[in-house]
Nanobody, 125 residues
Framework: QVQLVESGGGLVQAGGSLRLSCAAS????????MGWFRQAPGKEREFVAA????????YYADSVKDRFTISRDNANNTVYLQMNTLKPEDTAVYYC??????????????????WGQGTQVTVSS
């Protein structure tokens, strides 16, 4: 069982920045691929970013590329999402997810085994 706890959400003006954190339980965190997803009201959950276990290789949705950065600290079992140049359309609940079966990157929600409870990000115009 892996528990994920997100933090760092909040209200920010357009053009601003936020950094989300996701603290994970589990002794083998370094072997998990980790991802961030988001869900806006009335919309389906969508992929944001992912980071591979082995070499920290990353992958981003086109909508956040060059604005968001995913990173991980294996010593502290934490994954981060640095969000810059935020836009109102980035408003959503952001979820952290762990893929423990495989360490490779995936962009579909069903590939992930564990999920956090989510943290709200609201970007005002």
């Amino acid at each position: 069982q892996v528990q994920l706890v997100e933090s760092g959400g909040g209200l920010v003006q357009a053009g601003g920045s936020l950094r989300l954190s996701c603290a994970a339980s589990g002794r083998t965190f370094s072997s998990y691929a980790m991802g961030w997803f988001r869900q806006a009201p009335g919309k389906e959950r969508e992929f944001v970013a992912a980071i591979r276990s082995s070499d920290g290789n990353t992958y981003y949705a086109d909508s956040v590329k060059d604005r968001f950065t995913i990173s991980r600290d294996n010593a502290n079992n934490t994954v981060y999402l640095q969000m810059n140049t935020l836009k109102p359309e980035d408003t959503a609940v952001y979820y952290c997810a762990a893929r423990v079966t495989y360490g490779s990157i995936a962009s579909t929600a069903r590939a992930y085994d564990y999920w956090g409870q989510g943290t709200q990000v609201t970007v005002s115009s």
